[in-house]
Nanobody, 121 residues
Framework: VQLQASGGGLVQPEGYLRLSCVASGDIFSVTTMAWYRQAPGKQRELVALLSYSGKINYADSVKGRFTISGDSAKNTVYLQMNSLKPEDTAVYYC????????????????WGQGTQVTVSS
């Protein structure tokens, strides 16, 4: 499974961005896709996950501002990010796995290359 993330950039506080993650390869084996982020000097943390069973989880820090969604016809998962804050600045990664649907990043087998999100005035 290959994952290609895109959509990052520089945005002002309270602005918005939409990240996309396109999956290819053995995508029928994947049951969960997730977005993680990692800021300099910090651990990689879960932002949101979406399972084909319907399970959705968000980090407390993004609840009410970010929305994860999927388009199975396009093999794509999106992360709509609204009301962005400077503390959202990080490299955002998409991840996928055939079996795991938890919060621990080491549980995910497949990773995209990351896309930089910078929130600054």
């Amino acid at each position: 499974v290959q994952l290609q993330a895109s959509g990052g950039g520089l945005v002002q506080p309270e602005g918005y961005l939409r990240l996309s993650c396109v999956a290819s390869g053995d995508i029928f084996s994947v049951t969960t896709m997730a977005w993680y982020r990692q800021a300099p000097g910090k651990q990689r943390e879960l932002v949101a996950l979406l399972s084909y069973s319907g399970k959705i989880n968000y980090a407390d820090s993004v609840k009410g501002r970010f929305t994860i969604s999927g388009d199975s016809a396009k093999n794509t998962v999106y992360l709509q990010m609204n009301s962005l804050k400077p503390e959202d600045t990080a490299v955002y990664y998409c991840a996928a796995d055939p079996d795991y649907n938890g919060r621990y990043y080491r549980g995910y087998a497949y990773w995209g290359q990351g896309t930089q999100v910078t929130v600054s005035s």
